[in-house]
């Protein structure tokens, strides 16, 4: 992954996703605040983000919606759209669909040949479009480069749009609306910020990359007026010159440029809040496999300087996909006339 292009590959952080909440205690709201966890190195510690004991516990608080859903007889429903062989785009749908199952979300993978025509794919959207037992469809982004992306996903109802990603609803996130569809990623950063009791509201977040599935609609969510936002937000890029001069500044610190070591301990504000969305493989010889998985941050000398970081895996990628899962839930709520779930606690 290459420059500010930042997606679905944070998604295979499933890393310790069944794990126990070991590290999380009952907050006034009913939420759980992670309890701090360190990452000492040379006698300075920071805090660790577990994203994947976080989404464990968004997960349960989407499963007991499904159930009270099924109780009125209807069950959620997802329609995932994978189009090719690529290994990794496996493994994210089948991560999706894993999850969807423990939830109590009825999951549906369509596979279909790498060289399906455009106008098959869009045919296939439509009959999902018009199945009333499917209340959200998804894409797998990247699609093949005959296939033009941006028609599929404008060609999704906006009430099935698992992404967040639809014109509609990245226009009703721009409008301060949040009863719709947000977009996965940047959700899930912002419940990784309130869960662990980094309230946005007031500080100063700087935001490095600008794609439409995380940066832009991050800096949105995070300005609006409303609890859980209220932030002053600085968006960065690679065409930015001097990025360290606006990455020191930031309270909050979230890299999703899509390469290796972006960001190093001299680009940081000590304390600072850093939150990794990049998923890079580098090589690594003493792997069996041969490489491993790192984000966009220099973790073991970012950690000494930062007050909370989050690891790669771990860290983003867990709440991605339970993002997912809280906008299918939302979707079938609104189908059955109920007002959408919470998953906000108030700052």
């Not at 009959?127 to 296939?147: C, F, G, S, Y």
Request: with cysteine; charged share 20%.
């Amino acid at each position: 992954m290459t420059g500010d292009d930042v997606g679905d590959a944070a998604d295979l952080d499933d890393v310790d996703a069944e794990r126990e909440l070991r590290f999380h205690r009952p907050n006034a709201t009913g939420f759980a605040l992670q309890e701090p966890r360190h990452a000492t190195l040379g006698g300075v510690t920071a805090q660790l983000i577990d994203g994947a004991a976080i989404a464990a516990e968004i997960r349960r608080q989407v499963a007991g919606g499904v159930a009270r859903l099924r109780e009125r007889g209807i069950v959620p429903g997802l329609a995932a759209i994978l189009v090719g062989d690529n290994p990794a785009s496996i493994s994210y749908v089948s991560a999706k669909a894993r999850a969807s199952d423990e939830v109590g979300i009825r999951a549906r993978t369509y596979h279909l040949p790498a060289e399906t025509p455009q106008e098959e794919l869009l045919a296939l959207v439509d009959r999902l479009n018009a199945d009333p037992e499917v209340h959200t469809i998804l894409p797998q982004l990247p699609l093949p480069p005959h296939i033009d992306e941006r028609a599929v996903l404008e060609r999704i109802l906006p009430a099935k749009d698992a992404d967040g990603l639809h014109p509609w609803n990245l226009g009703k996130l721009l409008r301060g609306d949040l009863d719709g569809a947000i977009p996965c990623t940047p959700h899930g950063v912002q419940q990784l910020l309130l869960r662990t009791g980094n309230d946005p509201g007031g500080k100063h977040v700087v935001v490095v990359g600008r794609s439409t599935l995380v940066g832009r609609p991050l800096a949105v969510l995070l300005t609006n007026k409303a609890p859980g936002a209220n932030a002053t937000v600085t968006i960065c890029h690679t065409g930015t010159p001097d990025l360290g001069l606006h990455t020191r500044q930031a309270d909050i610190l979230v890299v999703a440029a899509g390469r290796p070591r972006t960001i190093t301990a001299e680009m940081v504000k000590p304390g600072a809040v850093v939150i990794d969305v990049g998923t890079n493989r580098v090589d690594d010889p003493s792997r069996k496999r041969g490489w491993r998985l790192v984000g966009d941050v220099d973790f073991e000398a970012v950690r000494e300087v930062a007050g909370w970081i989050t690891p790669v895996p771990g860290g983003v990628g867990p709440m991605t996909i339970a993002m997912l899962l809280v906008n299918t839930l939302r979707a079938a709520e609104r189908v059955a006339g109920l007002p959408p779930s919470s998953f906000a606690p108030t700052p």
